[in-house]
């Protein structure tokens, strides 16, 4: 039974990983179903709120990630490299995303 939750929680960890990854395209498919074009990212300032939720689910998942590879010692080295690859790109996204449109 310990090994199965094992096996869950490092699903969930790869699956957290890839979301956080692609916190941006889900930010460009929320754009496309509120309206299309330009006109669209002007009016996002409207929706500041959803930009800075996902900013912060991106930072959570990126931070439990981290929680599971370190309390875990259970994980292979590919695991280990993947999960730190994905939360080091997705922080660097994080950083850009604050200095370039500011939070």
Do not use: C, E, P
Not at 50 to 64: E, Q
Not at 69 to 84: A, D, G, I, M, P
Request: glycine share 2%.
């Amino acid at each position: 039974m310990k090994k199965l939750r094992q096996i869950v929680a490092n699903i969930i960890s790869i699956l957290l990983a890839i979301i956080t990854a692609s916190h941006h395209w889900m930010h460009l498919l929320i754009l496309m179903i509120l309206g299309t074009s330009t006109s669209m990212m002007a009016m996002m300032s409207t929706f500041i709120w959803v930009r800075r939720l996902m900013i912060l689910v991106t930072v959570i998942t990126s931070l439990y990630s981290l929680y599971q590879l370190f309390t875990n010692k259970l994980h292979t080295n590919f695991l280990r490299v993947f999960t730190l690859i994905s939360v080091v790109g997705t922080m660097l996204l994080v950083v850009y995303s604050f200095i370039s449109f500011g939070f």
